[in-house]
């Protein structure tokens, strides 16, 4: 029951939530210094002209009707056109949208299957030189420019070594098109060469983003077994002559994990800032990149567009995150 | 007088805290004294073509750029940029986030409930998605860099604030200055906030290092000062068309983003262990 509540709590805070992103994206689309209706008009606009502009666009309404009609079309995933590829932009972030999806969550498989068991070898062998040089390692990464590490790794995988692709998501045209990851989808085609060239393709970005993400999970799941191995059960099963594998393992690693938990959060936070610089520098035709044109091309709908997406799918994130928390660990909705 | 002593003998022992200390002291010494280390301190606006993409020698320390400038005298300028930024959009977030997060743990009503629900609002979107939506729409310049790293970072310092100032309200000594007719702006600053200093310093210590990286991401992707400004995102990214030959050109302002970062990241985590009585307790508890 009580767990009824805090889901039901959480999801009526995510409506106003995102109402507010967008109020905020709003009032800064109207921060322009330069006025955009007589700059798309053009230099030898005349005066009726331009409000004649004013009018179709809906700028001559008071402002709360126009922020009205905003909120309006942006719920019915209208972000307007953009100004560089003159489609409909949510098409547009559409067919983006997979790569930034797999890429994400590949990077944070990996840092999940390096990080938990790390964090757990860190705390039981804590101030040994193994914990030394992961403490050096998880406070690198979160110090490191996720662009500057990506153009490390390109630098010296890419292009001294030759080992990997320098950028891009696949050679040629990819495999066809059914769920729009590709990893999947060359499965499912069943062609080794296309998967072998995707993965190869999906390393060294994939890596960079699980760096932080998985300095993150190592430093929290350390924490959190730390905190766990001081505990009664703990002592109790010693002395019952639990071997000490099983006891961190299952018992402690369990507990431990829900501090983890609900740091997915924060990671997915890191994941979503550095993937926007890391597609940038792999070229990775997903979100990140589009933002990065849109900058590039001044397209002000792109990147509100952009900001508005993020900015929800990182909102639902967390919405799920405290939904799962409350799930296996019942105290959280006692 | 005696915690400060406290506080700073621990910190001479503490290993960590000091190296970070000792980065931030590199990086103001370097941009404080700049035009005297650089040196070609001239390059910062000044172009050689002849010498373009030159490796690092005795006259280059760490080589030159596609304009032919000295990369070593332009990072050093570049340190000065670094600091502003940081320090004024800091400035900026700590006060702004102090007082909403003040008066809202203080005061109980809708208004409180409003202060923080904003903040709410501003933390459940990752900062650099708003900063590149304000930067952009402003245009790149150091001034709205500042901007919208301020606009964006001011909710941490209100929810810390917020956080804690409800705990300790119900104190004895918040009761009783209340009870002796005390002004509630006098409570707020000679009694909640000296008590609540220790975790701003914290965060702001530690805020510090993820404002650089958020301000050298916006340089990275052209939202920074102009060309030819000398900031190291901005380099970083001008770099890159000449790789693989010119490795120094992109590796020297990275290292130096990366040895600030982690000089205050190191410095923040050092400070919560000496001030956090908490941690402190349960530190020597395990031991």
């Known amino acids: ?334 | 007088m005696e915690t400060l002593r406290f506080v700073a003998g621990r910190f001479l022992q503490d290993r960590v805290a000091l190296i970070g200390a000792v980065l931030i002291l590199l990086l103001v010494l370097a941009a404080v004294f700049a035009p005297w280390l650089a040196t070609h301190p001239q390059d910062v606006s000044e172009f050689h073509p002849a010498d373009r993409l030159q490796g690092p020698s005795l006259a280059h320390f760490l080589g030159t750029d596609r304009m032919g400038s000295d990369v070593y005298s332009r990072l050093l300028y570049g340190a000065r940029i670094t600091i502003t930024i940081a320090v004024i959009a800091i400035s900026v977030s700590v006060l702004i986030g102090v007082p909403v997060g003040l008066v809202a743990g203080y005061y109980r009503g809708w208004f409180s409930e409003l202060l923080m629900r904003v903040s709410d609002i501003f933390l459940a979107v990752p900062q650099i998605v708003l900063a590149i939506a304000i930067a952009q729409t402003l245009g790149p310049s150091i001034e709205n860099v500042i901007l919208a790293l301020s606009a964006t970072y001011w909710p941490f310092w209100a929810r810390l604030v917020y956080a804690e100032t409800r705990s300790i309200q119900n104190e004895v000594f918040i009761e009783a200055s209340i009870a002796l007719g005390v002004s509630p702006l006098r409570v707020m600053i000679t009694h909640i906030l000296p008590n609540i200093m220790s975790s701003i310093i914290v965060r702001t210590t530690i805020g510090m290092g993820g404002t650089i990286l958020t301000a050298a991401a916006l340089g990275f992707l052209g939202l920074g000062p102009p060309a030819p400004s000398p900031e190291w995102g901005r380099t970083i990214a001008e770099s890159r068309e000449f790789l693989p030959d010119a490795w120094w050109y992109a590796t020297a302002p990275g290292l130096a983003i990366f040895l600030v970062v982690m000089g205050f990241n190191l410095l923040g985590d050092g400070l919560r262990d000496i001030l956090d009585p908490k941690i402190r307790r349960s530190r020597t508890h395990d031991r």
């Not at chain 1, 559409?94 to 890429?103: D, G, K």
């Not at chain 1, 996720?146 to 950028?167: H, V």
């Open chain 1, 1 to 334: 029951m009580k767990f009824l509540v805090l889901v039901v709590n959480r999801c009526l805070w995510f409506l106003p939530t995102v109402l507010g992103l967008m109020v905020i994206t709003f009032t800064i689309s109207h921060l322009i210094p330069a006025d955009p209706i007589a700059a798309a008009a053009g230099e030898n606009a005349t005066a009726e002209q331009i409000a004649a502009l004013r009018v179709k666009f809906g700028l001559d309404q008071p402002i709360y009707v126009q922020l009205y009609r905003y909120v309006l079309a942006v719920a019915q995933g209208d972000f307007g056109i953009s100004l560089y590829t003159q489609r409909p932009i949510v098409f547009d972030i559409a067919t983006r949208l997979p790569a930034t999806l797999e890429l994400t969550f590949v990077a944070v498989l990996i840092a999940a299957t390096l990080g938990i068991p790390l964090g757990v070898l860190s705390a039981t062998h804590r101030n040994s030189p193994l914990d030394h040089v992961l403490r050096v390692i998880t406070v690198s990464g979160l110090a490191i420019a996720a662009f500057w590490l990506a153009i490390l790794f390109q630098l010296l995988f890419a292009m001294k070594l030759g080992w990997t692709p320098l950028q891009g998501r696949v050679d040629g045209w990819g495999p066809d098109s059914v769920t729009g990851f590709f990893l999947i989808d060359a499965v499912l085609m069943g062609d080794l060469e296309i998967l072998q060239d995707v993965a190869a393709h999906m390393i060294l970005p994939a890596a960079t983003l699980a760096f932080p993400a998985m300095a993150t999970i190592v430093r929290f799941t350390r924490a959190g077994v730390l905190e766990a191995i001081n505990s009664n059960y703990v002592m109790y099963e010693e002395a019952m002559g639990f071997p000490r594998r099983i006891i961190v393992w299952k018992y402690v690693l369990r507990n431990a994990l829900i501090g983890t938990v609900t740091q997915i959060g924060l990671i997915f936070g890191i994941l979503i800032a550095n993937g926007v610089v890391v597609e940038a520098v792999f070229d990775w035709p997903g979100l990140g990149l589009y933002a990065v044109s849109s900058i590039l091309q001044s397209d002000y709908n792109g990147i509100m567009a952009f900001a508005i997406i993020a900015g929800v799918i990182f909102i639902v994130v967390n919405l799920l995150v405290d939904i799962t928390h409350g799930l296996i660990d019942p105290r959280e909705s006692r």
